[in-house]
């Protein structure tokens, strides 16, 4: 995953981290289940579509592997049993840009069945068998996870004991980016991981905007080739391609060139770079009858 850092990846994987929270709007998500509903999907294969999608684009890749945890408690046996069955699973698939995006969601819908299917093979053991070429900066098969946690957390009571859950601030990034939700009571909550050796707060709060987008622009067509969908909002795409393009400068239309670098270089005396080009300017106009150069106004802005 060639994903836009701020910083070089270190020869050795860092697990220093950040989280950013954020949300949806209630409509963005009441959206969001309706898309699953028509589509006869689960909310977890539309969450994934959507982070692929803004993986995709962030990129510029069309064949995206992330990972995702399971509860490994495919069996009615295993539930009331103590112990950790969690298993990692990868979920490889291509949002290329000619499919629609209910073609995708659909082929996504096939290979997480799939996956899940195949949820007890061990990920210590595919990484294994495939044989991967191990690099120390990264994590093997995959850089990316996304997490849904969508069991419902219970206060527990005993006696005069009081369990309850208590919000926990972690300072490691266990990959390059971890997209988590917390689905409860109808709400969703969204937080983002980070690898702050390689992003900088600002840029992934960027990024978490471009996710919003993608989610607005899916619930809103979700028809649309995936081509269409775009990172930027309209703001943001007028800010890029008329505010920072704003060049327009005024200038001394009456002088030749020369004249120009005559005066700057009095402004900067002893930028050697200026003086030799004041020279070759000299030489040349010896050449050339300074009545018959062109004034700046001639040429096209």
Known sequence: MNLPVDFPRPAVQSFAGKTIPFTLG??????LQEVARQEKVTLFMVLV???????SKLSGQEDIVIGTPAAGRSHPELENIIGM???????????????????????????TLAV?????????????????????????????MFVLQN?????????????NSQEYVSDISKFDLTLSVEESSGKMDF???????????????????????????????????????????????????YEFNDTFREF????????????????????????????????????????TMPLLSDHPR
């Not at 209630?26 to 959206?31: L, M, R, S």
């Not at 044989?131 to 900066?137: K, M, N, Q, V, Y």
């Open 116 to 144: 899940f299917e195949n949820q007890e093979y061990q990920f210590e053991d595919l990484v294994e068998v495939l044989l991967i070429p191990r690099d120390a900066g990264r994590n093997p098969l995959f850089d990316v």
């Open 151 to 163: 069991t419902e957390t219970r206060e527990v009571k005993s006696g005069g004991l009081k369990i």
């Open 252 to 291: 001394p239309g009456e002088k030749i060139l020369p004249q120009l670098f005559e005066e700057q270089v009095e402004k900067t005396p002893g930028n050697s770079t200026l003086e030799r080009a004041r020279i070759n300017l000299l030489l040349i106009g010896r050449m050339v009858n300074p009545s």
């Open 191 to 241: 937080e983002i991981e980070y690898c702050t050796a390689l992003f900088k707060e600002e840029t992934i709060k960027r990024f978490i905007s471009y996710f919003k987008n993608i989610a607005a622009a899916v619930t809103s067509a979700p028809g649309a080739k995936l081509s269409v969908i775009e990172l930027l909002s309209e703001a943001e795409k007028r800010e890029i391609l």
């Open 26 to 31: 209630e409509k963005e998500i009441v959206a």
């Open 85 to 111: 069955f969690v298993n990692t699973l990868v979920i490889r698939s291509n949002p290329e840009g000619k499919k629609l995006y209910r073609e995708y969601l659909n082929e996504l819908k096939q290979k």
């Open 49 to 55: 579509s959507l982070f692929k999608i803004w993986l």
